[in-house]
Nanobody
Framework: QVRLVESGGGLVQAGGSLRLSCAAS????????MGWFRQAPGKEREFVAT????????AYEDSVKGRFTISRDNAKNTLYLQMDSLKPDDTAVYYC???????????????WGQGTQVTVSS
């Protein structure tokens, strides 16, 4: 069984930065793609970014391109999301996820974390 635990969320002013982490335990995820999703109040959960097992492939939702950077450290079994130039519209609960490919992460991940709250004030 895989357990994903997000951390690093918090309150930040618009224009600020945060780095989210997702630590995996129970089973190595070094051969799996991973990704980030978010869910704002009253909205459906949406894809944010994904990364392949070897970091060769990354993809982003259009509104975060150029501001967010996804990365991973397989030796530490940890996924990251560096978020810069944050906007109030980025306020949401952020979830990490894992799956066999970047395409599967985007459509139907096998594993989810419990989420971490990010709040961006104007």
């Amino acid at each position: 069984q895989v357990r994903l635990v997000e951390s690093g969320g918090g309150l930040v002013q618009a224009g600020g930065s945060l780095r989210l982490s997702c630590a995996a335990s129970g089973r190595t995820l070094s051969t799996r793609a991973m990704g980030w999703f978010r869910q704002a109040p009253g909205k459906e959960r949406e894809f944010v970014a994904t990364i392949s097992w070897n970091s060769a492939i990354t993809a982003y939702e259009d509104s975060v391109k150029g501001r967010f950077t996804i990365s991973r450290d397989n030796a530490k079994n940890t996924l990251y999301l560096q978020m810069d130039s944050l906007k109030p519209d980025d306020t949401a609960v952020y979830y990490c996820a894992a799956g066999p490919s970047t395409q599967r992460v985007r459509s139907s991940p096998d594993y989810w974390g419990q989420g971490t709250q990010v709040t961006v004030s104007s």
